[in-house]
């Protein structure tokens, strides 16, 4: 390795860009419009919200990640039990949610970063995450196939939005203020 090579790589790991952050994939076009993908897409970022901030409350030293983190807990679980009760109201049988590859790689990471990387990797996943959220409960409630998660990814939306407005003051360095009840 040359100089130059090293120290490039020591600038890197400084500046923190050595630092992956993955964010959870985004939802797959069909979950927008047709009802399984839908609950499937909706469920797969319910869990990730919940794994993710299961891990935040392991890891971060902050007490406004970590508040925020029981938050989403609390919000994503009722969500899920929401959608899944929609679901099911509209004829499907629909499976526990599970995380993708990409998913568990998004969590492992968090699970794997050292503390002082920690609260900038999980907001820095959660903001993305939350964005492929928003577009797929937006986008299923103007335009899905089932009448029933139509109103559950309307009800869906608000909480999403207030999440991700939550994450972005968070990220800027600021509190969330008081927690939105669900």
């Given amino acids: 390795m040359t100089v130059q090579s090293m120290m490039f790589a020591a600038a890197l790991i400084g500046s923190g860009m050595a630092s992956a952050q993955t964010p959870p994939p985004p939802p797959p076009a069909e979950a927008k419009s047709s009802a399984a993908p839908y609950v499937m897409a909706a469920g797969m970022s319910d869990l990730y919200e919940i794994n993710s901030s ?11 990640i970590r508040k925020f983190a029981s938050m989403l807990i609390k919000h994503h679980q009722k969500t899920t039990a929401a959608t899944m009760k929609a679901a099911r109201r509209a004829g499907l049988s629909p499976a526990a949610p599970m995380l993708d590859p990409e998913a568990m790689t998004s969590v492992n990471e968090l699970q794997t970063a050292s503390t002082a990387d920690f609260d900038r990797l999980y907001i820095g996943q959660q903001i993305p995450a939350h964005q492929a959220a928003l577009d797929l409960h937006q986008r299923y409630a103007s335009g899905g196939d089932a009448p029933a998660l139509r109103g559950s990814a309307r009800a869906a939306s608000p909480i999403v939005k207030q999440h991700l407005s939550m994450a972005m003051k968070l990220q800027q360095g600021g509190k969330t203020g008081s927690m939105p009840r669900m």
């Avoid at 299961?54 to 406004?64: D, F, I």
Wanted: charged share 10%; aromatic share 0%; hydrophobic share 25%.
């Fill in 54 to 64: 299961q891990v935040a409350l392991q890891k971060s030293q902050n007490p406004h």
